[in-house]
Structures are given as structure tokens and as C-alpha cells.
């Protein structure tokens, strides 16, 4: 049985707390795909609550698009309907880094320059093709 909008919305402010879930029209209208508004935007800011946000979502059946910088949110198929949009931004952190293996791990929402000034700290760089 499908909960109730606020008790969703309040299911998902008990997983990010209240500063990290976002449901005003301006940002709504900000982070539609390909037109497409989500009911909610969580921000989840560990790896437990984006397993939480998950669980719940798949639950209840909503449709969730992840979300990184937004760059790239046209492409693919335009969404039938995004009940949320799961921002990883707030998971940025470089969790592992051994400069001798020239290996590192990074949380899904590490942005490219993040991670070039870390490895830059020990003299090396992400070789990667420019974007575009």
C-alpha cells in the first residue's frame, strides 16, 4: 500500500535530516529532467542514507534518478515521470588514496577538480581525455 506524500516526506527527512531534502518549486523546477519536475530532492550525505533513501523509494515504487553535477541530464531517453532525484554531491570525499599504487577512491559525488587537487599534492594528475 503507497504511503502518503507527507509521510514520504517526512520518511525521507528522518533518513537526510531536514536540510537535505528539498521539495520548493524553484529547486524543483531546477533539477528537471528534460522537463520532467521530481516531487523531492534528497541529499543524502553517507553511504547508509542513500541505502535508506533506496529502500523506501523502492517500497513505494517512485521513480529515482541520480544526480551528480547535472551536466549531462539530457541525455538518454526523457523520464516517463522522477518522483526523486537522489543529488550526490554531498558524498565528496576522497575515502582512499595510496600515491605509491597511484590508486585512489573516491565517493560517487567527487568532482574531477577535487580529485586533480589531491593527486596534485603528490605530483600526479587524472589522465583523462578533456571533457567535450
Not at 13 to 35: K, P, Q
Amino acid at each position: 500500500m503507497a504511503v502518503s506524500s507527507p509521510a514520504l516526506r517526512e520518511a525521507f527527512t528522518e533518513i537526510v535530516g531536514g536540510d537535505h531534502l528539498i521539495d520548493h518549486a524553484a529547486a524543483l523546477d531546477a533539477h528537471a529532467v528534460d522537463g520532467v519536475r521530481p516531487r523531492w530532492i534528497a541529499r543524502p550525505g553517507t553511504e547508509e542514507e542513500v541505502s535508506g533513501i533506496m529502500a523506501l523509494a523502492c517500497a513505494e515504487r517512485l521513480a529515482v534518478s541520480p544526480r551528480g553535477s547535472g551536466s549531462a541530464v539530457s541525455l538518454g531517453n526523457p523520464p516517463r515521470r522522477v518522483d526523486l532525484i537522489v543529488d550526490v554531491g554531498r558524498l565528496c570525499a576522497v575515502t582512499e588514496y595510496v600515491p605509491e599504487d597511484m590508486v585512489a577512491s573516491v565517493e560517487a559525488g567527487t568532482t574531477l577538480g577535487a580529485l586533480g587537487e589531491e593527486l596534485a599534492r603528490f605530483g600526479q594528475m587524472l589522465a583523462l581525455d578533456p571533457p567535450g
